[in-house]
């Protein structure tokens, strides 16, 4: 089984990006997480496959799977390399595309300078969409938002309580309002909110540093993946919280470690600007990919 891939990015965030209408493209957990792992695999963050709609409105399904293999509901910065990809591949010149997921649609727009704009769907406040089990945690009033206090205990490290925010953008996410991102503790407590029992789907999470109330540095630890140089739902969660809390004012530039996005919120629709990056094409054997895998994590 051979299947040809294209390596992109968005904003450092980086996807092997595989064309599911072109190619019989059977993808299972175990090849997700062998084509997504560092040494073994091609490495990514995410995989997306591009598949036939079953939406009467999409031109095409959009399908994202992390590199632990877990299929999930949305990534941001893979929307904007989805589009690129249909159009570099020539299975469609709709501009813009709209990509079927979960949830709904997105209306993804390759712009002229090369940037692309995406509507971002769906955006829930209400815990029961994560979900997040609230029960007995205490809670702060923060402007609109309410934020709940989440008791951690850091291997070698006191126990602390962080305060989240919590929102759905399609897939989950918790962002708390750090200092200064640099030294936030993104490696010491952003595995223990992803996998928290009180998230049951867990979580990606999300460490804000505002800088002024157009202007954030954003850093996550993403479900299924780790830190990313980029998340763009992850961008889109900060911002609407910020908003919410009275912190930020729409648009709002969010610079990542991996490049800037621009997110526009006026309390319903989200809108994400952002790069999308080609690096490389290839071809995977799949029966050579899975004939190496790691003795032990
Ligand atoms: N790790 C995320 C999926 C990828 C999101 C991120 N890469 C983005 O750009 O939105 C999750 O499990 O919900």
């Not at 062998?34 to 496959?49: K, T």
């Not at 309002?177 to 992803?194: H, K, R, W, Y």
Request: net charge negative.
């Amino acid at each position: 089984m051979k299947w040809p891939f294209t390596k992109m990015h968005g904003a450092g965030n980086d996807f092997v990006v595989l064309d599911g209408v072109s190619n019989r493209i059977e993808l299972t957990t175990e090849i997700a997480r062998a084509i997504a792992h560092r040494q073994f695999g091609v490495g990514c963050d995410q995989i997306l496959l591009v598949d036939t709609p079953t939406h009467p409105e999409a031109d095409f399904r959009y399908r994202i799977f992390n590199s632990d293999g877990s299929e999930v509901e949305h990534c941001g910065n893979g929307a904007r390399c989805f589009v690129k990809f249909v159009h570099e591949k020539g299975l469609s010149r709709r501009n813009p595309l709209r990509a079927e997921i979960a949830t709904g649609l997105l209306t993804l727009q390759m712009q002229d300078d090369g940037e692309v704009r995406v509507e971002m769907g769906q955006t829930r406040f209400d815990v029961q969409s994560l979900p997040f089990d609230t029960s007995y945690l205490p809670t702060q009033t923060h402007g609109q938002d309410t934020l709940y206090g989440l008791t951690l205990t850091p291997a070698a490290s006191p126990q602390q309580t962080v305060w989240l925010s919590v929102l759905s953008i399609s897939n989950p996410h918790a962002v708390q309002v750090v200092e200064d991102v640099s030294n936030a503790p993104v490696a010491a407590i952003g595995p223990l909110i992803e996998s928290h029992p009180r998230f049951a789907r867990r979580v990606n999470a999300g460490f804000m540093q505002v800088l002024d109330r157009h202007h954030i540095r954003l850093r996550v630890y993403e479900r299924g993946a780790g830190e990313t140089l980029a998340c763009g739902t992850g961008a889109c969660a900060a911002v609407a919280s910020g908003i919410r809390q009275g912190l930020l004012d729409s648009p709002v530039r969010v610079d990542t470690r991996g490049g800037r996005l621009t997110i526009e919120w006026n309390g319903n629709q989200l809108q994400m600007t952002g790069p999308a990056t080609t690096v490389f094409e290839g071809t995977l054997d799949i029966k050579h990919l899975l004939s190496s895998q790691p003795v032990f994590e």
